[in-house]
């Protein structure tokens, strides 16, 4: 639990998994959650709606987090970022490479094609650009034309949100 809040029906126990990264060094997904963990709600509803998955066939690297932890994160080529968007995104919505969304977390736009990967309880998770400041998942991506309508529920507690109202 961060903050106070977690997903109910949510366990605090998270599949760990161990990497080889190209440099030789091994590097693990967490297996517990961790104090002020980034993005720890939407992570714990992506674990609900996202299956379990084997992982990607990718090299990995740690992203480095404010808070001295990491996340693993996959280097995927842009080639095949369009076919991940697809297989990858929970949501309804058509996502390809050169399409456009704003990221609640950071409050800027970005073309989906500089999007990431990570790894995350026997998941694979699409993540903004700036995870690795401010968080920002799949979850927290809306059109640029809801922008200016969603950043005051956003920012207004100077607090994580889960739900953002439009106006």
């Not at 977690?6 to 030789?24: A, C, I, N, P, R």
Request: glycine residues 8%; proline residues 8%; hydrophobic residues 35%.
């Amino acid at each position: 639990m961060t903050d106070g809040i977690q997903v109910k029906g949510v366990s605090s126990t998270l599949v760990g998994e161990d990497f080889l990264t190209s440099e030789g060094e091994v590097i693990s997904t967490p297996s517990a959650i961790r104090e002020n963990e980034m993005s720890l709600p939407e992570k714990q509803l992506l674990s609900i709606i996202v299956k379990p998955a084997p992982p990607l066939p990718y090299p990995v690297r740690k992203m480095a987090l404010p808070d001295g932890s990491y996340e693993v994160e996959y280097v995927v080529p842009g080639k095949d970022k369009g076919r991940l968007l697809k297989e990858l995104n929970p949501m309804k919505t058509r996502l390809t490479p050169n399409c456009t969304r704003f990221c609640l977390h950071q409050q800027k736009t970005f073309r989906l094609a500089k999007c990431r990967v990570i790894r995350y309880n026997g998941r694979n998770l699409l993540v903004s650009p700036w995870y690795d400041q401010t968080g920002g998942t799949v979850l927290d991506w809306v059109s640029p034309s809801f922008a200016g309508k969603c950043e005051a529920a956003c920012t207004e507690s100077g607090k994580e949100v889960i739900v953002a109202t439009l106006k």
